[in-house]
């Protein structure tokens, strides 16, 4: 008889791989640490994960796809690039302001060489990024020159590196404000012109 999946301890589990990873890296999050963080036994984690680099790249993968997931409400709910751009920027802001662990999470696996995103997380990212070009491209929205490359850099890769050097207080120790969400999507927006 299979053993029943507690979704606590695995929420668990997640919450305390995110957490250990922003605060010591990736190499000084062990199994060990992340499984007695997340109050669990090591054996209870290897249930669902062979390793470290496993459960990381799952979680990886799973930002990126709820990242695809709210690029696809925003598009099919707003007509132009501007209000795409407007929406993605509120929900990174808003992500940060709620969960600014994942949010440094993203970052800090978007920059790590040893981790990329599946084939259908980035499958889906580029068709999402080639309907929103087209739109663009037809609204005049956004250059011909631009590719989807140069538009996910733009909506998500930018305001990503924005809110993590305010974080990190690299330039300036100020907090998030909503003159920081309009500076930031106005970038976006005029970069792509």
Known sequence: MAKAIDE???KRIKEAAIELIVKNGYGGASI???ASRADVATGYLYRFYPGK?????DLLNN???DIAD????MYLAHTTVAQVSRRLIDYFFQQAAEFPFHIRFLYIL????????GN????????LCRQIMNTGHSSGEINEKFREEELFLMLVIYPIEYI???????????????????????????ALK
């Open 164 to 190: 993590n050097l305010r974080f990190k207080g690299f330039i300036t120790s100020q907090s998030l404000a909503e003159s920081d969400k309009n500076r930031v999507h106005q970038l976006c927006v005029n």
């Open 120 to 127: 259908n997380e980035r499958n889906m990212i580029l068709t």
């Open 8 to 10: 606590e301890k695995l």
């Open 32 to 34: 060990s640490a992340i």
């Open 53 to 57: 680099y496993e459960l990381v790249s």
């Open 110 to 117: 978007i920059a790590e060489y040893k981790f990329t995103i």
């Open 63 to 65: 930002k990126v796809h």
């Open 70 to 73: 709210e690029i696809e409400k």
